[in-house]
């Protein structure tokens, strides 16, 4: 088989890369390694920038996510359960989408089949070749027989720990990493969220988040050592501890339900330079990963989209690969924009086990600065809805 781009990964990244290409006339080939019901059933993100919205927008995928999304204009902080509200449009004009990543990628997969687009499930031992060359290829086997894609690009958009990055030489990659001394317990509840916006909470037991879905759908999340095993947290235990760690009135009106997943994520800031190497270009957790604080991973991914299918265009249609040879450096500016935010937000928002009396008053000040300060405000919100690409 031949193509132009032969993305590996067919989760938002990668799906997002192949309609927009589909829609400028530039075919491409998606391989993924899951089946598309195993990529839908993984809960992840659930704020999208305005940026990412309007790149729905432009793939042609946004009309649900218009009709059932949430904007939000603001965001509420929790200091010991005492909360105040960081207001986007009053600060920066500009909004957030609460519609989560498995909507979006949903609403992908059915852009791809309704175009009639190339999505090969249950690949195995995805390997792309020759990338130093003019003529890359990608092999793979399914259902145990070999197959190969000659390409003239390969998109690696296959995750932390997909095939793309390893394949770039030890002594060209540089990599950046920070791990983080707790993870988040996450929960999905069908109950009614337990506010109209979102709440980071900072509490002396450890950080809390309120999120949701949609109107009968939450999504709520408590710092927890990382190593903690599922079984100690029933829901109820779940419950108790993110009441003692909301803002008092959140707690009170919280609706409980059965927990129908829950899940423990490990925290890192994670980047690899370059994002390219001959005719490979990383997108999103390939190359980066950000601590979730921050809601940064999705989006992050898909700005990469932005700039790779502009430079794809570019290629193709005139010639000209400034672009491409420009992916990294642009795309990376604004990876360690979103990597410091994220930092930022988690080192602010929650307790790490080994601060000291300095840190946790260095903390304190900070928190009391952003609740008074528009300025920081300020500061926080262009960060949160996103940077321009
Ligand atoms: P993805 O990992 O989504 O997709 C990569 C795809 O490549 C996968 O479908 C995988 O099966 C496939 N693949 C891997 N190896 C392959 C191979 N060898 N051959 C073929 N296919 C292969 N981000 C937020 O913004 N907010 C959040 O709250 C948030 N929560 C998260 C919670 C968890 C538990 C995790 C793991 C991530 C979370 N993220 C969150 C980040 C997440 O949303 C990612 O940023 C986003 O999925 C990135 O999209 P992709 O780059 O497409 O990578
Ligand atoms: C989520 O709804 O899953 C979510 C929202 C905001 C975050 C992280 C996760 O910062």
């Known amino acids: 088989m031949r193509t132009q781009v032969c993305i590996i990964g067919g989760g938002p990244s990668g799906l997002l890369l192949s309609q927009l290409l589909d829609r400028a006339g530039i075919a491409s080939v998606v391989l993924e390694r899951q089946s598309r019901d195993y990529v839908l059933g993984r809960i992840r993100a659930g704020v999208l920038e305005y940026g990412t919205v309007g790149m729905l927008e432009q793939a042609g995928v946004a009309e649900r996510a218009h009709a059932e999304g949430l904007p939000h204009s603001g965001t509420y902080l929790a200091v010991q359960n005492k909360g105040f509200r960081i207001d986007f449009d009053a600060l920066i004009g500009k909004k957030v989408m609460v519609y989560g990543q498995t909507e979006v990628t949903r609403d992908l997969y059915a852009a791809r089949a309704a175009a009639g687009g190339t999505v090969i499930h249950g690949v195995e031992g995805t390997q792309p070749r020759d990338l130093d060359t003019a003529a890359p290829y990608v092999t793979y086997t399914l259902g145990g027989t070999e197959h190969r894609i000659d390409c003239d690009f390969v998109a690696g958009c296959d995750g932390f720990h997909g095939p793309s990055r390893q394949a770039i030489p030890k002594n060209v990659l540089t990599e950046y990493e920070r791990v983080y001394p707790f993870g988040w317990l996450g929960v999905l509840s069908e109950t009614p969220p337990v506010s109209h916006e979102l709440i980071y909470a900072n509490h002396p037991r450890g950080f809390a988040l309120a999120s949701m879905r949609n109107a009968n759908l939450s999504r709520y999340y408590i710092q927890a050592p990382v190593d903690d095993s599922l079984g100690k947290w029933t829901d109820q235990a779940f419950w108790d501890e993110l009441r003692r760690r909301l803002p008092h009135d959140a707690a009170d009106a919280l609706i409980t339900g059965p927990a129908i997943e829950k899940s423990i994520a490990p925290l890192r800031s994670y980047v690899a330079d370059p994002m390219r190497w001959g005719r490979l270009f990383l997108v999103g957790d390939a190359a980066h990963i950000v601590p979730p604080t921050g809601a940064k991973g999705l989006n992050l991914a898909v700005s990469d989209v932005h700039y790779l299918f502009e430079a794809l265009k570019q290629h193709y249609n ?72």
């Open 318 to 389: 005139e010639h000209d690969d400034s672009g491409l040879d420009g992916y990294s450096q642009t795309a990376l500016a604004r990876v360690w924009n979103a990597i410091r935010f994220s930092w930022w937000f988690t080192t602010t928002m929650h307790r790490f086990p080994d601060q000291t009396p300095f840190d946790q008053a260095i903390q304190d000040a900070e928190l009391r600065y952003l609740e008074g300060s528009t300025t920081a405000q300020r500061g926080l919100a262009e960060n949160y809805v996103g940077l321009p690409y």
